[in-house]
Every structure is written in C-alpha cells, then in structure tokens.
C-alpha cells in the first residue's frame, strides 16, 4: 500500500503476520491501527484486539488494503498557483508536464482542474480529474479556458454541474459605409455534469448560452437528480452572425436531451411541486407548466402577490377557468385564477 491512501476507517491486512488492522488515527502522515478480532465466518466480529500498530511511509509497503467502508471526504486546502496543485501552500503531489490553470470543482476524494500539456491548443484546456487516495490523475475531455462551475447538486457535491459557451468574434468592412464592425458568430456551447470525479453526461445546445443566469435544481427526494435552466439572449441574423435575441430564450435539461423550454425575458424561479411531480416556473409576469400546457400571462401585478407562495397544490378546470392554488409554509394559500372571455380575452387575478 501507499502511504497517500492511509486515511482513518481503512481496513489493512499485514503481509508478515497475516492480521488485520483497522486505522483508528492519523496525526502527521503516521496511522495508529488497532488489531481487528476475526469471527469464524472470516469476517470482522466489530471488536478490537489489544494491539496496536504504527503505519508510516518506510514500513506501508507491509500492508495490503483490505476493505475501503468509510466515505471519502470532500478535499480541503487545494489551491493552484503558479501552475502548481497545492495543499495547504505545499505542491500537493507531482505533477509531471501538467499545468494548471485553476480548479473548477470538488467532490469527493476528487479535485476537478482545468490543465494544459505541451500540445493542448491555445483557448482550449484538459478537464482532469485528481483522485486523492490514489494520487492519480485522469484526463477526461477537452474544454474551453472559460469553462465555469455552475453549482453542484445532491449531498456532497455528488454531482458538479460545468458550463461554457463560445462564440468567435471577427472584423468586417460594411461596403455601403465602408465602416468595419465586430460581428459575433456561434462557436459552441455545453453543459457538462460529472459524477464521482469521473462520469459525464455532456448536453451541447445550438445557440449561446448566458452562464451566470443558469439555474439548477434539485428534485426533490432524488439525490443527484435536477433540472437545468439554460438562457440564451442572441439570435442567429440569418447570415450566420449573432444578433440580440427580442425575447429570452430558456432551454431545459432534466436528464435527457437539452429542450426548447420557454421564452421569458429576465430571471426566473423554478418551484418544485409535490402534488404534480414537476418544477413550477414563475416569471415576472407568467406562470408555466410545461406537463400541464399551462402558460398564464398573470401579468407583473399579480405575480408579485404570490410571492411567498411557492409550492402549487392544486389545479382546477372549471368551463373556461383554470385556477391553480399555492400555498406557503405556514399552510395558507392563494390562487391564481385565469379565466377566458369572449369578449376581453383572459381576465386573471389572485384570491
């Protein structure tokens, strides 16, 4: 074994003797192990015996791994400067011809870099992943220098959400005035998911993607299950060059292919909702639900009288009258009535 994979928990067997030992204490890269008693059944009987050894780098070698029960941690004291990993301001292993240019996430026993190597082409750098225990590194895909962390979901950073969106960016002359403008083309752009510093889903969307409005959530009950909310503010011209968007665009990812969500300018908040199974989504002046065909106009006024009101409970249909009740924490509700005249279109308020 290693001396880099000792860690409290683990579970070793001695080459000399044959015993087994389980490390109860680490102080200083030296592990106190205490003599696991063995039951008839070869198995742990969840006593100690009264030995107890030292494990240190010059005797390791002396100790296979046995069993691995306890969860790795989530790393802390990582940093990249220079070009160099470090831990707590110390290189943190040897890193070869690898340099780094910042870490982009942490899960557990996982430190997520973005590096380059002698070939890695200008703009572009490699997603590696460092496992701790193992002191290994892992190459996994290629990605722009301006990927970024967009959040992570289930309990310790299970899984860690990245995101880029290029475009390239060129001088042109106008004929007409002979003034030369910058013009805006769609490169590419993707979000990408890891899991356990390793698996990735990958979603590539077809227009730029406005990163720092990306919003995710976690479904709740579903440990690592989520759906992304992607904004996309510019619109192809027709002749290939980018042009802002007239209204927002919004694509959504929730655990398969990226799809043509909705349309509505600014931010928005996505509510998940028990009794139907989805997120509800709020903007500043509608309320949609994609399952349900749902798409309210409730106009600014009324959506800011359901602030607060966050978790929907209840949907009727009555005639020509959908009415869709909200409640708060406290159990108090409201709800949002839409109702189609024929003669002045939807009348929409809140009671």
């Known amino acids: 074994m290693r001396i880099q994979r000792l860690r409290i928990g683990l579970e070793v067997g001695n080459k000399l003797n044959g015993k087994f030992y389980k490390v109860v204490s680490i102080q200083d890269s ?129 899984k860690a959400i990245l995101a880029y969106s290029n475009v390239a960016e060129a001088e042109k002359n106008d004929e007409k005035d002979g003034i030369t403008k910058k013009i805006r083309s769609f490169d590419k752009a993707e979000m990408i998911a890891l899991t356990n510093g390793v698996f990735l889903d990958r979603y590539m969307m077809d227009a730029p993607i406005t990163l720092n409005d990306i919003i995710i959530k976690e479904i709740p009950s579903c440990n690592g299950q989520y759906e992304a909310f992607l904004p996309s503010d510019e619109d192809d011209d027709g002749n290939g060059y980018l042009i802002p968007s007239a209204k927002r665009r919004w694509f959504r990812v929730n655990g398969s292919n990226p799809s043509f969500g909705f349309m509505a300018d600014g931010k928005i908040q996505a509510d998940w909702s028990y009794a139907y199974k989805e997120f509800v989504i709020k903007t500043q002046d509608m309320v949609i639900m994609p399952s349900q065909k749902i798409e309210i106009k409730a106009g600014s006024q009324n959506i800011t009288k359901l602030e607060g009101y966050d978790t929907l409970i209840d949907i009727t249909k009555e005639d020509c009258t959908y009415k869709l009740t909200f409640s708060n924490e406290d159990y108090e509700f409201k709800t949002l009535v839409s109702r189609s005249t024929r003669d002045r279109g939807y009348v929409v308020t809140v009671e």
């Open 30 to 158: 030296v592990g106190t192990a205490k003599e696991m008693i063995i039951d008839k059944g070869d198995s742990w009987s969840g006593k100690f015996g009264e030995e107890e050894i030292t494990i240190d780098e010059g005797n390791a070698l002396a100790f296979r791994i046995v069993n691995d029960p306890e969860p790795y941690p989530i790393p802390a004291g990582y940093s990249v400067i220079g070009g160099k990993l470090l831990k707590d301001d110390v290189p943190a292993c040897e890193t070869g011809n690898l340099t780094f240019t910042k870490i982009l996430a942490v899960q557990r026993d996982f430190v997520i870099l973005a590096a380059k190597r002698e070939n890695t082409k200008e703009g572009m750098a490699e997603l590696m992943s460092y496992r701790v225990s193992r002191d290994r590194f892992t190459r996994l895909i290629s990605i722009p220098e301006d990927t970024i962390l967009v959040g992570y979901v289930g309990e310790n950073n299970l």
